[in-house]
């Protein structure tokens, strides 16, 4: 599934704004956990982060995302949609989000997409994989990369955590019975051996 890009940006000034948008993100580190956007790993050209729905109880991980910064800002950032403990990339069935987007007067608009081979892009300008769609030839990278934080990390981060946790309220749960039912006294189900 992951798709290898070379650097053909000088890799000290890439390294310089990795560093730069992860600082960014750290000063407002408390902000961010207060909405449940958690950093969980750093590793250049990387970096791993978890959604949590804290609307819920018990608080999920809804989803967990790689960002990458190869050859950033000459290129958008990368987002891909990973395992929150592996960090393996996923298939969108894998996930646990669609992140819609409502619009007023017309049907919601599902920012998470996948072509045949079946991998997640967030598809908002800013996002490389949205700027490498066929479907947004006519919208380059170059129109958004000095408008107000576009595709920046916490740019892209505030809209994951928009449309992918925030409008959380309630589990939606599936359950699948196979094999016996086994007949438990009511007293002895609650004991923890």
């Given amino acids: 599934m992951q798709q290898q890009v ?16 992860l600082d960014g993100f750290k000063k407002q580190k408390a902000h961010y956990r207060s909405i ?31 960002i990458n910064f190869t050859n950033y800002d000459v290129e958008p950032l990368s987002v891909k949609f990973i395992n929150p403990i592996t960090f393996q990339e996923i298939k969108i069935t894998e996930t646990n989000t669609l992140l819609y987007r409502k619009i007023e007067n017309s049907r919601p608009q599902e920012l998470l997409q ?50 992918g946790t925030n409008p959380i309220t309630s589990f939606n749960l599936q359950i699948n019975l196979n094999g016996q039912f086994v007949n438990v006294p009511p007293n002895e189900m609650l004991i923890a051996k």
Avoid: M
Wanted: aromatic share 16%.
């Fill in 36 to 66: 449940g956007v958690f950093l969980l790993d750093e590793e250049y050209p990387n970096a791993y982060f978890g959604f949590a729905a804290l609307k819920l109880r018990p608080v999920p991980i809804v989803f967990a995302v790689k």
């Fill in 6 to 21: 070379s650097q053909y940006v000088d890799e000290n000034v890439t390294r310089q704004k990795f560093q730069q948008e």
């Fill in 114 to 163: 996948a072509q045949t081979d079946q991998i997640p892009f967030f598809c908002i300008p800013g996002v490389r994989e949205y700027h490498e769609h066929t479907a947004h030839t006519g919208d380059a990278w170059f129109l958004h990369r000095k408008r107000a934080g576009e595709g920046s990390l916490c740019f892209i981060l505030d809209n994951l955590q928009l449309y």
